[in-house]
T-cell receptor, first 115, second 113 residues
C-alpha cells in the first residue's frame, strides 16, 4: 500500500519568510501526488498536483512543489509567507485499491505565520 | 452557487440516535466520496461512488450506510450513533477517480453527547 509521511505536525514561520512543508511518500508504482490546504472550518482545497512530466509543479497562491524520485519526496514551498497562508496542509498520494483509485492523506501540517 | 454542499453543517445528538447527512454537487462530476476527519485532523476515506455504484467501502462499521440516488447526490445515514462517531464528515466529488482533483464540501461537524 502507498503512504505519505508529513514531517512536522506544526510549522511556524515569520511573515515574508520561506515556507517549507515536508512530505515523503512510499509507492511501488509511479505516484500521483497532491497537496491540499484546509482553512479553519472549511473543506480541503487543491493546491497542486503531480502526475507525470515536469517535476516542479506550480500551484495556487504562490505555492510550488518538486517531485524528487530519488528522495521519494514532494515538499511544498513558498518563497514568502503571507498571513493568509495560515492553515492546515495535507499531502496525499493516489493509490489503487482492488482496481479502484483512492487518495491516502498524510497526517497534516499546521502552518502558523508569525507577524 | 456552492460546488459541493453538505447539510447540516452541525449535528449534535445523543448516543443511540440515527442521523443522516446529505451531500449535493453541481459540478457534473461522476464520482463522490465520504471522508471522516477525527479530532487530530486525520482524514480517512469511508466510501466512494462512481456513477451511483459503490466502488470503495473501507473498513467502516455497517451502522454507516451511504446512498447515492443519482450522480449529483451522496447521502450518509448513521444508525445507533456512538461516542466514537464524533468527527467532521466531508463529502467530496471528482470527475474520474482518485487521481483526479477532488472538490470538498465544508464538512458536517457531528457531536455525540
Amino acid at each position: 500500500a502507498q503512504s505519505v509521511t508529513q514531517l512536522g505536525s506544526h510549522v511556524s514561520v515569520s511573515e515574508g519568510a520561506l515556507v517549507l512543508l515536508r512530505c515523503n511518500y512510499s509507492s511501488s508504482v509511479p505516484p500521483y501526488l497532491f497537496w491540499y490546504v484546509q482553512y479553519p472550518n472549511q473543506g480541503l482545497q487543491l493546491l497542486l498536483k503531480y502526475t507525470t512530466g515536469a517535476t516542479l509543479v506550480k500551484g495556487i497562491n504562490g505555492f510550488e512543489a518538486e517531485f524528487k524520485k530519488s528522495e521519494t519526496s514532494f515538499h511544498l514551498t513558498k518563497p514568502s509567507a503571507h498571513m493568509s497562508d495560515a492553515a492546515e496542509y495535507f499531502c496525499a498520494v493516489s493509490e489503487v485499491d482492488f482496481g479502484n483509485e483512492k487518495l491516502t492523506f498524510g497526517t497534516g501540517t499546521r502552518l502558523t505565520i508569525i507577524p | 452557487d456552492t460546488a459541493v454542499s453538505q447539510t447540516p453543517k452541525y449535528l449534535v445528538t445523543q448516543m443511540g440516535n440515527d442521523k443522516s447527512i446529505k451531500c449535493e454537487q453541481n459540478l457534473g462530476h461522476d464520482t463522490m466520496y465520504w471522508y471522516k476527519q477525527d479530532s487530530k485532523k486525520f482524514l480517512k476515506i469511508m466510501f466512494s461512488y462512481n456513477n451511483k455504484e459503490l466502488i470503495i467501502n473501507e473498513t467502516v462499521p455497517n451502522r454507516f450506510s451511504p446512498k447515492s440516488p443519482d450522480k449529483a447526490h451522496l447521502n450518509l445515514h448513521i444508525n445507533s450513533l456512538e461516542l466514537g462517531d464524533s468527527a467532521v464528515y466531508f463529502c467530496a466529488s471528482s470527475q474520474g477517480q482518485g487521481r483526479q482533483p477532488q472538490h470538498f464540501g465544508d464538512g458536517t461537524r457531528l457531536s455525540i453527547l
